[in-house]
C-alpha cells in the first residue's frame, strides 16, 4: 500500500540551527512527493516538490531530494527562523493514483526559539 | 487570485445532528478534495470530486457524503454525528485531475461535536 513515515516531533531548535526531518514512504511505483506547512490556525501551504527520483525540491531555504534507493525524502534547511515555526508534513501522491488523493505523514512540529 | 475559501469556519453541533461544510475552490480549478484532520490520525483523506462526479473515496463511513456543483464549488455532509467526527476538516483544489498540478488548501471548518 501508499504510506509516509516522519520523524516525531516535535522539533526544538534555536534560531540559525539546521534542520532536518526525516521522511520514507512507501509507494506503488514512483510517486510525486511533497512537503506542506501548516501555520496555527490556517490551512496546508504546499512548501516543494519533486515529481522524479533525484529531483531537487527548494523553496524559502528548505531543500528535499527525492531518492529512490532509499526511499526518502528528507526536508533540510541551512539556518531556521523563528517564522519557519510551524507544523510540517511529508505527503505523496502515487504515479497510478487517478486523482489527487494525498496520503500524508502525521507532522513534526517544529519551534525555533530566538 | 482570491484562494480556497471554506464556510463556515466554525461550528459546533451536537451528537446525532447533521452538518453541511462549504468549500469554494479556486476560479478555473476543477478538482476539489476533502481532508479530515484530528490530532490522533493526522490528516485522512475522505474525498475527491471532479467535474461534479466522485472519483476518489477514502475509507470514510457513509455518514460523510458530498458534492459538487457545476461551478466547482463542493459541500460536505455528515449525517448522524459522532463525538469522534470533531476534527479540522479541509478542502483543497486544483486545476485539473492529476497529480501534476498542484493543490491549493483552504483554512479550514472547525467541527467540534458536543
Redesign the interface.
Known sequence: GNSVTQMEGPVTLSEEAFLTINCTYTATGYP?LFW?VQYP??????LL?A?KADDKGSNKGFEATYRKETTSFHLEKGSVQVSDSAVY?CAL???T???????????TSLTVIP | KAGVTQTPRYLIKTRGQQVTLSCSPISGHRSVSWYQQTPGQGLQFLFEYFSETQRNKGNFPGRFSGRQFSNSRSEMNVSTLELGDSALYLCASSLAGTSAYEQYFGPGTRLTVT
Open positions: 510525486s506542506y490556525g490556517e490551512g496546508l501551504q504546499l516538490k515529481t508534513f501522491i502515487p504515479l493514483n487517478t486523482g489527487n488523493q494525498f496520503y500524508f505523514g502525521t507532522g
